[in-house]
C-alpha cells in the first residue's frame, strides 16, 4: 500500500506535564528527514510514498516544558520488488557510421522498487523487425556505446531496469541515424590499394 502506520504510548517518565511528540522520518539514503510534531493528545501517524527497496528511519520523541527528550529510533526496510516504472531520457549522445553512444537516467525514485542492478538494452534496425538484439548493462552504468552498427542506418532502442527480482518495464523506444560512410576517404583507401 506504500504507507507504515506509525504508533506510540506516553513515555512512563515525563518529568512534567507531557506537551506533545516530535517525530523525525525518511529514508536513510536521502536527506534532510522530516520532521512533524503532534500534541499529547495524538498517538499515531501514517506515513504515505514508502518506496519498496528502500530502509526508513523513524525518530519519535516527546516533550514537556524544557524541551524534547531522547529519541525512541525505530528502521523499517522494505523489500524490493521489480521495478515498476522505466528509465528516463534515452537519447543518443553521439553517433559514428558504426556506432551511437546512448545515456538515459534510472526510473524516477517511487518506482525503482530496490536497487538497480543491470539494464536491458534491446535495439534493431527499423528495416529488420524481427530481429532485435540484446545487450546487458552490468554493473548498472548510464551510457553505453553500441558498435558494429550499419552505417546510415536508423536504429530503433529502448531500456529497462532490473533490481535482484527482475526486469522491469522497457521505456518508450527512439530512433537514431547512423552517419553514412565517409565516401572520400573510401576513394582514397581504394586508390592506395590499387
Known amino acids: 500500500m506504500n504507507t507504515a502506520l506509525i ?3 506516553p513515555p512512563v517518565d ?3 506535564p507531557l506537551q506533545g511528540y516530535r517525530l523525525k522520518f525518511g529514508r536513510k539514503d536521502m536527506e534532510p528527514l522530516t520532521t512533524l510534531e503532534f ?3 495524538e498517538d499515531h501517524f501514517t506515513a504515505t510514498d514508502i518506496h519498496k527497496g528502500a530502509s526508513y528511519v523513524f525518530r519519535l520523541s ?6 524534547f527528550g531522547e529519541e525512541m529510533v525505530k528502521e523499517i526496510s522494505i ?14 549522445e553521439s553517433a559514428t557510421s558504426t556506432s551511437v553512444q546512448l545515456s538515459w537516467q534510472p526510473p524516477v525514485l517511487a518506482e525503482r522498487n530496490g536497487i538497480i542492478t543491470k539494464y536491458t538494452l534491446l535495439y534493431r534496425d527499423i528495416n529488420i523487425p524481427l ?6 548493462i552490468v554493473p548498472a552504468d548510464t551510457t553505453m556505446t553500441l558498435t558494429g552498427l550499419k552505417p546510415d542506418t536508423t536504429y530503433d532502442v529502448k531500456v529497462r531496469a ?7 518495464p522497457y521505456s518508450p523506444s527512439v530512433q537514431f541515424r547512423t552517419l553514412p560512410v565517409d565516401q572520400g576517404r573510401i576513394c582514397l583507401l581504394t586508390a592506395f590499394l590499387l
Open 162 to 168: 532490473h533490481t535482484s527480482k527482475g526486469p522491469g
Open 62 to 67: 516527546a516533550r514537556n516544558k524544557v524541551g
Open 79 to 92: 523489500p524490493e520488488e521489480v521495478p515498476t516504472g522505466f528509465p528516463q531520457n534515452l537519447h543518443s
Open 14 to 16: 515525563t518529568f512534567g
Open 131 to 136: 530481429l532485435p538484439m540484446e545487450q546487458l
Open 39 to 41: 500534541s499529547e493528545k
Open 7 to 9: 504508533q506510540w504510548h
